[in-house]
Structure formats: C-alpha cells, structure tokens
C-alpha cells in the first residue's frame, strides 16, 4: 500500500503490474481491496492501479459532502502525482462509475479506454435521496455497521451468499474498515450527482460494460441500455454474480477486461 498527497489531502492506493494503465476506482462503502483479484490476475497484461477513494480504506477522510466531481479530480490528481501522462483506461464499479462519468467530463483526454462495472447513468429519484440523507444519518450515529446492514443484503448472488460466505465477510470488513464521515460524506455526494443518460451518445471511447446477472442495483437490462445509448461500447453479462461481479466472479469479469485490452 502506498500514499501520495493529492488536493491536499493523504490518498491510499495499491498498484500491480506494468504496461497500459487502468484505474480502478471502487463502489461505496468500500475501498481498492475490492480489485484483489483484478490485482493479481490482470497484472501480467496492465499497471492496475487502485486508489482509496476520499474518506475511505487508507485515504483521508474530509466531512460533509463529497461529490462525484471532487472523486474525479482526486483521480486526476492522482495521474499527476504518479507522473502518469499516457493515456489510460478507466474502471468504475457503482460508485466508481458514477465518478468515471465526471472524469470522463472534465479530464476526456486522459482516457483511452473505459471499463464501467455495475453502475447507473440515471440520477437518484427523490425516494433515492431521502433514503441516503437517513443513511447518512444513521452512519453519523451508529457507525459503519448501519450502512453495512443497509448495502450488503443486495449486492450479492443468491449462489454468493448460500455458498460463498468467505466473500460476504470480505466485503463487510472493507465496510467496517472506513469511517463514517467518510461513508456518510460519499453518501450525500451521490445523492447530488447527475442523470448522465444525455452524455451517453457523446462519449465514444471505446468501452467496455460488465455487469452481474443477478445485479439487483444496476440491472443488466439497464447496463444493456447504456451500452446501447454509447457508440462504441459493448456489454458482457457475468453469471453467476450480482453488483459485485469482479468479486464475485473474477474469472469471467477478468477475461472479459483482458478481451477488451487486447483490443485497445
Ligand atoms: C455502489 O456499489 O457503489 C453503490 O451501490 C452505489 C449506490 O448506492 O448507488
């Protein structure tokens, strides 16, 4: 683990391999452990890099609200502060597809590829907002283990949470490992973002879109829908798995990005 100051602020981030660089930003509540195998497994073909986000894992935590914007300006700090200056892929998973989409706005020119995994173009619905503003709250007062009880029951495959409890617990203590302000801070800044569904035939950087077949968030009808809307883009289902697809099933999420890197 290694940290570097950006925006005057301490990030963490984990790094593996060399060659074409990908970003690999991570879903809420969590942090980079979440690429553990994308880490180890893609390593041979890529520099895979894959920082804590603001206020989680390792990274320095500023209360309040923090957006998806200043996610993406933490990235782009990041790229300056590790001298990388080719182009890169970057890859999001939920949350870090929402901050992929705001990258993808102000800094176009960085990227030469884009992964998005299990994410969302549409904004939240006012229901949506209530429920992260309680959220939020809630974190505020009882800690990480209230939004560890509120996230995991729907981010897994019912073959994930019958057979594979080694993952579930994984995935939990990423949860316990940050701090609520940090949870509650990343909280408040999605319930701001915004429906991205009219820059989608704008963003034509060649893309790859993966995402479980059991995803209860971000469906793969709706995955499919933002495929379709982008004009170089291309979606690949992953069985057996659900919002968290490269955990989950690391072994086809992988050859799918390896595919898709191939043919950079
Ligand atoms: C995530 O995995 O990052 C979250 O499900 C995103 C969200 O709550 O919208």
Not at 33 to 47: F, I, N, T, V
Not at 66 to 85: K, P, R, S
Request: charged share 20%; hydrophobic share 45%; glycine share 8%.
């Amino acid at each position: 683990m290694h940290t570097v100051t950006v925006n005057g602020i301490s990030l963490g981030y984990e790094e593996a391999g060399s060659g074409t660089v990908v970003v690999c930003l991570h879903g809420f509540p969590l942090n980079h452990h979440m690429w553990r195998d994308q880490l180890s497994g893609l390593s041979s073909q890529a520099r895979i890099v894959a920082p804590d986000l603001r206020g989680f894992g390792m990274s320095e935590v500023t209360p309040g609200v923090v957006t998806m914007e200043q996610f993406a300006d933490d990235t782009n700090g990041l790229l300056d502060a590790l001298d990388i200056n080719q182009p890169i892929v970057l890859c999001g998973l939920s949350m870090g597809g929402y901050v992929a989409w705001q990258f993808i706005r102000k800094y176009r020119e960085r990227l030469k590829g884009l992964i998005l995994c299990d994410t969302r173009a549409v904004a939240d619905t006012t229901e949506g907002i209530e429920n992260r503003q309680r959220l939020a709250k809630l974190v505020h007062e009882k800690g990480p283990d209230a939004a560890a009880a509120a996230m995991l029951p729907n981010l897994f495959a019912r073959t994930t949470i019958e057979e594979r409890d080694e993952i579930v617990q994984f995935t939990r203590q990423m949860m316990l490992n940050n701090q609520a302000e940090g949870i509650a801070a990343a909280l408040l800044g999605m319930a701001q973002r915004p429906d991205v569904r009219g820059w989608l035939p704008g963003i034509d950087i060649p893309s790859l879109l993966i995402g479980g077949a059991e995803d209860k968030i971000s469906s793969p009808t709706e995955m499919r829908e933002i495929a379709a809307a982008m004009p170089n883009a291309r979606f690949v289902e992953i069985p057996s798995s659900g919002h968290m697809s490269v955990l989950e099933n690391p072994a086809a999420a992988n050859e799918a990005i390896r595919d898709f890197l191939d043919r950079l």
